[in-house]
């Protein structure tokens, strides 16, 4: 994770911290937040502890211990540091540290003797240098790389690491593991443990959640949510759940899914992974993410919406709606308030998990064919890469739009009506519509023959891509504009 990179990771209180590198010069006053590198963590974290040392000005490394105490909160921390100027002792104390001022000679000289009978008290080896820290605890070299090594490799723990004596609760610096540790994968491992522990204590920064990004992002202000990794993941920063957009709200995410959960518990039916014919009755798996579906059977053929379960032809007009909830008075007055409540819920469920179950298919098959489909068009019409990439940027367009479709619904659930609901539903039925005919083109099994068919082709992809990021765009701006004016109101009280 780190061995890519050539910045130095040693905590020597000696050498000098700071990156000279163009992004870290670059002015960040418009910018809402920053993609940092792996390997720029800890420059990141130095940059940090130099800045609050500007004011304790002692070792480096004590400071950091400090800001790992109050979570890398230096305002907290210099706050205390005020208020306990009289007792500085009782400050380190409180955070696990040992301190003794530079100008104390006779407790430094303490700190290279050897123990009385120069026998360890863990491998009892004699005759055997023992270092120890200002606790006063001593124990051989190769006992405390052992030590530090199980806590390392074994047990993930960088931070926040004792004494070995008994009952000490001392934690050990930096700078004593990383001169008695040997073995650079152990080494390795102990600077991501400190990174991640730096991360995971600031505020302002959280780690990519694509698995094997290690980019974090650190923003400016709390307020910012949505994140564009470089590594091309848009996530939440606020719930570190991929970006949720047009449902802002993590309290309502986090809500959904828990119901979600529970009502799997006693709806088995919530989960469907099969549907049947409306016309023949036949069972039909959804195996693509296009939800224009025909039956099986030969005998039947219908073609129908996976969605709403009716005939497909007429989802072109502008009368079809398969998106809205649509309550029937003579049938809602013969059920149960709580069967009312279920039917609702599972109107949205069912579409929600239509739209993540689609955009996870398509991140599968569709992209294989979508490759396969590109190479075909560069080796057997001369075609370049760069040429061949309205196909991947039309699929990139349908996971965006699958994704924005997929928590619209949860929105949508949430949502009291009103007439702003009526032109979020018409926005959200125009954008489906479209993405389902983006979806069948990507899908389409037919491979142009010659240059005329690949340019139509392309213009169909590069149009309708076109006009359902359009869409998609319109979708986001209103539903944002509502909550500028505060015009959402939501059924349930967080």
């Known amino acids: 994770m780190f061995s890519d990179c050539d910045d130095d990771y040693s ?66 921390l210099i706050e205390k540091y005020y208020e306990s100027q009289d007792d500085c002792e009782g400050l380190f104390k409180e955070a696990g540290i040992v301190y003794i001022p530079e100008s104390d000679e006779s407790f430094k000289r303490q700190i290279s003797r050897n123990s009385s009978d120069g026998t360890c008290l863990i491998c009892y080896a004699p005759n055997s240098e023992t270092i120890g820290m200002l606790c006063k605890h001593y124990f051989c070299k190769s006992c405390w790389n052992i030590y530090f090594t199980t806590q390392i490799m074994d047990n993930g723990i960088a931070e926040n690491i004792q004494c070995m004596e008994t009952d000490c609760s001392t934690f050990v610096s930096e700078n004593f593991v990383l001169s008695t540790i040997s073995g650079e994968d152990v080494q390795t491992r102990y600077h991501q443990l400190i990174a991640g522990s730096y991360i995971s204590s600031n505020l302002m920064y959280k780690w990519c959640p694509r698995p094997g990004c290690g980019n974090c992002a650190e923003v400016l202000s709390l307020d910012v949510k949505h994140i564009v990794c470089s590594c091309g993941m848009e996530w939440c920063f606020g719930c570190g759940e991929p970006d949720h957009l047009p449902l802002e709200s993590c309290q309502i995410l986090k809500k959904w899914k828990q119901k979600a959960i529970d009502e799997s518990e006693t709806n088995k039916w919530l ?84 739209h993540k179950r689609s955009r996870e298919l398509e991140q599968g098959d569709l992209v294989m064919f979508v490759q396969t489909k590109s190479q075909y068009i560069q080796d057997r019409l001369n075609v370049t890469w760069i040429e061949a990439q309205f196909l991947k ?102």
């Open 11 to 76: 905590f020597d209180d000696d050498l000098e911290y700071g990156s000279n590198s163009e992004t870290s010069e670059t002015p960040q006053i418009e910018r809402k937040y920053n993609i940092v590198a792996a390997c720029d963590v800890i420059s990141e974290m130095n940059k940090y502890i130099d800045r609050v040392n500007e004011i304790f000005k002692i070792k480096r490394s004590l400071v950091r211990r400090l800001l790992v105490h109050f979570k890398w909160n230096p305002e907290r």
């Open 271 to 354: 989960v469907i992974n099969t549907k049947e014919c409306p016309k023949c009755s036949a069972a039909i798996e959804k195996l693509g993410g296009c939800n224009h579906m025909i039956c099986n059977n030969l005998n039947c053929s219908f073609e129908f919406c996976w969605i709403c379960l009716g005939e497909w032809a007429p989802h072109g007009s502008e009368w079809f709606s398969c998106n809205k909830y649509v309550e029937d008075e003579e049938h809602v007055a013969m059920l149960s308030k709580e069967r009312k409540a279920m039917e609702r819920y599972h109107h949205y469920y069912d579409r929600y998990w239509t």
């Open 393 to 494: 940027e039309a699929l990139n367009v349908l996971t965006k739009c699958r994704t924005m479709l997929q928590y619209s619904y949860i929105l949508a659930y949430y949502l009291v009506r009103s007439p702003q609901t009526v032109i979020f539903e018409e926005n959200q039925k125009d954008l489906e519509h479209n993405t389902e005919l983006l979806s069948g083109l990507l899908d389409n099994q037919n491979f142009p023959r010659d240059e005329k068919e690949l340019l139509e082709l392309k213009m169909k992809l590069n149009d309708r891509a076109a006009y359902c990021e359009k869409r998609r765009i319109v979708l986001m701006k209103d539903v944002q504009s509502g909550y500028e004016k505060g015009i959402w109101k939501y059924r349930t009280v967080f």
